[in-house]
């Protein structure tokens, strides 16, 4: 095996390992993003249940280490957090 062909073999292997790296830290990335929002709009059903209850609305809530901030406006809930804010 010569030294070119060990070079491109590695070089290939780099980018192979790059691309998929990358591609890891996207899904990733996007999986807390799905998560977060999911956790939004549980919250928010939440206060509307509470709301409907005759319970007062919570100002903040935390969850896994992340703060979401609650407004309730009559029947409107609005969450807000890190990546967004929900409404419902």
Do not use: D, H, P
Request: hydrophobic content about 45%.
């Amino acid at each position: 095996m010569s030294l070119i062909t060990l070079l491109v073999a590695l070089s290939l292997f780099s980018g192979i390992f790059l691309a998929i790296n990358q591609w890891v830290n996207v899904q990733r990335q996007t999986a807390n993003e799905i998560y977060q929002r999911y956790q939004a709009i549980q919250i928010a059903e939440n206060q509307q249940q509470r709301q409907f209850l005759g319970l007062s609305c919570e100002t903040e809530v935390k969850q896994n280490q992340l703060t979401f901030s609650v407004s309730c406006l009559g029947e409107r809930v609005k969450v807000r957090y890190i990546l967004g804010e929900i409404g419902l």
